[in-house]
């Protein structure tokens, strides 16, 4: 009975990681449409977020990095980050980025592991990454054949947001930095550099802004995208595994394109519908759901 309820948590707790992560696209575009600019919504998150951890950064400091390996840190999950993929939500649709983003950095990060640490790159791994890259292919088909359309930039922004956070994703496992430590750097380092740049240069979006969207914005990019879907995701591979808990990163695309119909309207063409399932498709391949060839082990 406590297996079975051990693992009902850690399936719940993966589902809200993934709900989280999925969510984050959309609401930041609602954002957006509403009232807020790219940067407000990155000083909101760092704000709160920054503010949140500092007892844990007071007691980590660094995670034992040195200041350029901080650096790599707080540029792949921090400010550079989160202005490259919310500024691209001004371009292409929220379910892009909830496809192209983690996509590219399961891909990104897989070929980091790879060519800066050894890892061994077996070739169902190599297959999954392949089909991704085609699934990003078919979802771009469309953009960069419209010409009058500017969703092709946001795209390429979202696989840059991938390469970013790929590098923070390398460097942690480089440097063995735990991700709570590793979270709270990068929120107090952003919180110390961008909040005084953002109020130096006269920046105003959340003074002006409604109080109510302001304060929704706040909790969910400071306190549950920052922070619990970490928090959340962490607790579900302790419970489950790496394995069975990297299931959930892979329900990220299908849960931001679901999101984005009711919460902004946005409809998928046919097209993009086939490069989400291709993508999902790839991003179970890479993260080792499905063999090529595999055996039971006692067949082995």
Known sequence: MDNARSSSAGTLYGILAAVVWG???????????????????TVL???VAGALLLPVF???????TNWWQALILCCGAGVPYVLVVVGGLSYAPAGHAGVITPASMLAFSTLGGAFLLGDRTEPHRLLGLAVIVCGLCIIGFENFAAATKDFWIGDLMFLAGGLLWASYTVGCRAWSVDPLPATALVSVVSMLVFVPAYLATGQRGVFDAPLSEVAFQALFQGVFAAFLALLFYTRSVAILGAGRGAVFSAMVPGIALLMAYPVLGEIPSALELAGVITVTIGVTGALGLWRIGARPEHEA
């Open 45 to 47: 998150r760092f704000a």
């Open 58 to 64: 007071w007691r980590h400091r660094t995670g034992g």
């Open 23 to 41: 969510a984050w696209p959309v609401l930041s575009r609602a954002g957006i449409d509403r009232t807020l600019e790219p940067q407000d919504i």
